[in-house]
T-cell receptor, first 114, second 114 residues
Framework: KAGVTQTPRYLIKTRGQQVTLSCSPI?????VSWYQQTPGQGLQFLFE???????NKGNFPGRFSGRQFSNSRSEMNVSTLELGDSALYLC?????????????FGQGTRLTVV | SQKIEQNSEALNIQEGKTATLTCNYT??????LQWYRQDPGRGPVFLLL?????KEKRKERLKVTFDTTLKQSLFHITASQPADSATYLC?????????????FGRGTSLIVHP
């Protein structure tokens, strides 16, 4: 079966701009989670969407937001980009959510803010 | 908040030997603990999940133990191969809002020498 697809793979943006990243989960998976990975902080949870509703949110400012569509595809948006937002952004899909089910990660979107 | 400690120094071993990676945590014992493998520039790949009431889990050459008294999980790769070289992450799941929020360790790099 097709894996988790994230687009775009690479992105360069300027400070102050906004960006939208996309994640297509595995067919049948209703949970999509987003993560930020940086060398300094490691892999950190941003938020989780399940059946179009945000179920959990990590400790990130309101500039980070997301949504999920009826076909389970998800987008995350970062507004007013800062240099510190440069990171690998990963999404993971699973049947019911993290915890007792296997999560499948995409390849990630490498965002560079200049 | 939950803190997870994984050895930040790379683990170098010879092919054929058993690699043992450690994941220590503070505070609460998680309901689930997961191990992932991550290769450079790619998303993590799920390896094993162990529940709080399980002591040990095996899958092919992989074995995970979970000691809630010591607040520690050990991850073993037997008969290691150069292809096992990667960064290994442990993740602890905290039940929240009907789902789980994962906290990831920073990972340990494993290098298997031929």
């Amino acid at each position: 079966k097709a894996g988790v697809t994230q687009t775009p793979r690479y992105l360069i943006k300027t400070r102050g701009q906004q960006v939208t990243l996309s994640c297509s989960p595995i067919s049948g998976h209703r949970s999509v989670s987003w993560y930020q990975q940086t060398p300094g902080q490691g892999l950190q949870f941003l938020f989780e969407y399940f059946s179009e509703t945000q179920r959990n949110k990590g400790n990130f400012p309101g500039r980070f937001s997301g949504r999920q569509f009826s076909n389970s595809r998800s987008e995350m948006n970062v507004s007013t980009l800062e240099l510190g937002d440069s990171a690998l952004y990963l999404c993971a899909s699973s049947l019911e959510g993290m915890g007792n089910t296997e999560a499948f990660f995409g390849q990630g979107t490498r965002l560079t803010v200049v | 908040s939950q803190k997870i400690e994984q050895n930040s120094e790379a683990l170098n071993i010879q092919e054929g030997k058993t690699a043992t990676l450690t994941c220590n945590y503070t505070n609460y014992s998680p309901a689930y603990l997961q191990w992932y493998r991550q290769d450079p520039g790619r998303g993590p790949v799920f390896l094993l999940l162990i529940r709080e009431n399980e002591k040990e889990k095996r899958k092919e050459r992989l074995k995970v133990t979970f000691d809630t008294t010591l607040k520690q999980s050990l991850f073993h790769i037997t008969a290691s191969q150069p292809a096992d070289s990667a960064t290994y992450l442990c993740a602890l799941d905290k039940p929240t809002g009907g789902s789980y929020i994962p906290t990831f360790g920073r990972g340990t790099s494993l290098i298997v020498h031929p």
